[in-house]
């Protein structure tokens, strides 16, 4: 298994500004996503985080609005830009740990509210 | 293109009752069968999964799954609910040779006294 964390926890932002949301895991992984959970939905896939190179996004979500990094096998990022009131949900950090490992462990989540 | 259909949003049960909750999935490839657990104001855990082999798969806090091809459902039940077993609940797959999850719409499980 993976333990992951992600910070912050929670946050409030204005209208118009970007929030940073850090996923950091405690062991090497082979790979990372980010999903959103908009309220009372279930979880949809922004992007995959890819080391050392541009994430892959779903369709929908552009790295525009939802720029990732992966500078190494343990930690990435997501920021959330010029943020609207629709942008407020739950994002979700995730892995899979090797290539043996067919489930994907899920980070408790940053619970994001635009006003 | 996968999809996952939850056929409840939401079910209430009395404590000690049994349960099912419905997961039903279309898919062109063989797929990956997973069931998660989301209590209030946390992540997500794994409850079981279903990779190959025995169509009965059991998972933590006393759940099991039937996978049936035929039907393409991956039902989740438990004969005996508890207070604390009150969460949502997704079923998600996976297409073999991908990474990606799908989740389904989730079930909001109530469980009452």
């Known amino acids: 298994s993976a333990v992951i964390s992600q910070k912050p926890s929670r946050d409030i932002c204005q209208r118009g500004t970007s929030l940073t949301i850090q996923c950091q895991v405690d062991s090497q992984v082979t790979m990372m996503f980010w999903y959103r959970q908009q309220p009372g939905q279930s979880l949809t896939l922004i992007a995959t985080?890819?080391?050392?190179?541009?994430?892959?996004?779903e369709s929908g979500f552009v790295i525009d609005k939802f720029p990732i990094s992966r500078p190494n096998l343990t930690f990435s990022t997501l920021t959330v830009s010029n943020m609207s009131p629709e942008d407020s949900s739950i994002y979700l950090c995730?892995?899979?740990?090797?290539?043996?490992?067919?489930?994907?462990?899920f980070g408790p989540g940053t619970r994001l509210t635009v006003t | 293109a996968q999809s996952v259909t939850q056929l409840d949003s939401q079910v209430p049960v009395f404590e000690e009752a049994p349960v099912e909750l419905r997961c039903n999935y279309s898919s062109s490839v063989s797929v990956y069968l997973f069931w998660y657990v989301q209590y209030p104001n946390q992540g997500l855990q794994l409850l079981l999964k279903y990779l190959s082999g025995s169509t009965l798969v059991k998972g933590i806090n006393g759940f099991e799954a039937e996978f049936n091809k035929s039907q393409t459902s991956f039902h989740l039940r438990k004969p005996s609910v508890h207070i604390s077993d009150t969460a949502e609940y997704f079923c998600a797959v996976r297409p073999q040779g991908a990474q990606k999850l799908v989740f389904g719409q989730g079930t909001r499980l109530t469980i009452n006294p």
């Open positions: 985080a890819n080391q050392g190179s541009e994430a892959t996004y």
């Open positions: 995730s892995v899979v740990p090797n290539e043996v490992v067919y489930e994907q462990y």
